[in-house]
């Protein structure tokens, strides 16, 4: 088999799998190992075909990193789960973190809960501010009534 076949290969399998991918991130160094292909077709050794590869696949990631820093928009706050960060609710079932439990209402919905404290355990019933979001836990503080 010709090294370029091979090259051809491995580009086209990178830019099928950028279709599977979330980003843009394979796509680049498919078109970095069309570029190899096309120097071994014209006949340059493999140290060539290997600096175009990585040469032209990290041009063009760079490149595509700070356009779509500057294209793609921070999510504004109170977006997604972020909306509960300094809203208050109430505790549904004892928040304990050493025994992992906890659970509040803020609004209409329901969430698992980590008290902002690791020693502190909030009873049910007790209204609670949310401080931060911990992956799918909010971490609440006890608010003194």
Known sequence: MKIWMIWFAFAALLIVG?????GFFLFWFGIGAAVAGVMAL???GMP????GFVV????LFAVSRRFAERVTQKQPDGIGADRFIGKRGVVLEEINNLQNTG????DKE???ADSDQADTVIP?????????LDGTHLVVQQ???
């Open 56 to 59: 032209i696949s990290g041009v």
């Open 42 to 44: 014209c006949g340059l």
């Open 103 to 106: 659970r509040v209402r803020i």
């Open 143 to 145: 608010i003194e009534e």
């Open 110 to 112: 329901q969430w698992r």
């Open 18 to 22: 950028e279709i599977f991918t979330a």
């Open 48 to 51: 060539w075909q290997w600096g």
């Open 124 to 132: 049910e019933n007790k209204r609670v501010e949310v401080v931060r």
